[in-house]
């Protein structure tokens, strides 16, 4: 890239340039980059379960959706700051995919979870890698599959929950309900 300031350009004191100047700078190529730009994600069956992914200067990515045992869940919810073992899961699906954008120039795609996963609902750790295996070029993020959504209130005498489903907001008679504590 070049710049050129042409003469007679004003500067902060009023003096003015007094010749053309032109300069040549040459700007790296962007650091390849993966991003899942949404922040924590609860999705209902009943519609679209694509989550976006965003990528800068990466060919290819490797896909992995990972299946929250029921009995982990609850560590798993607390890892907000850190990769989430995968040893507290299982792997349910595993591809590869190819953003398809120009260089310097971020790509927002989507992933699909239904291709991934068909109808299964649950908990679910998403991570994409770009194909060096380096820790920085990967990101993650816990998906819950759900048309269940709750309310708790939390008094000096106990808990009470509602359950409804997310897309009539009808009550779910007969829920059964488990309370994690710290």
Do not use: C, H
């Not at 595993?94 to 699909?112: C, H, Q």
């Not at 679910?124 to 194909?131: A, E, I, M, P, R």
């Not at 759900?146 to 897309?167: C, E, F, K, S, Y």
Request: cysteine-free; aromatic content about 8%.
């Amino acid at each position: 890239v070049e710049v050129t300031l042409k003469k007679g350009l004003p500067a902060k004191d009023g003096s003015r340039l007094e010749a053309e100047f032109k300069r040549a700078f040459i700007f790296p190529d962007m650091y390849p980059t993966i991003l899942l730009p949404a922040a924590g994600t609860f999705l209902s069956p009943a519609g679209d379960l694509k989550i976006p992914i965003e990528t800068v200067n990466i060919e290819e990515v490797a896909l992995e959706l990972w299946r929250i045992y029921e009995n982990n869940v609850p560590l798993a919810m607390t890892m907000d700051r850190y990769s989430v073992p995968r040893d507290l899961a299982r792997r349910v699906a595993s591809v590869k995919a190819r953003p398809e954008g120009a260089l310097n120039t971020p790509v927002r795609r989507a992933i699909d979870l239904r291709e991934l996963a068909g109808d299964a609902k649950g908990v679910f750790l998403l991570t994409v890698s770009d194909k060096s295996g380096e820790y920085w070029g990967e990101a993650e993020q816990l998906v819950a599959v759900t048309d269940l959504g709750i309310t708790a209130r939390v008094a000096p005498t106990g808990v009470t929950v509602w359950a409804n489903t997310i897309l009539g907001l009808s009550p779910v008679e007969g829920a059964s309900v488990k309370v994690y504590s710290k």
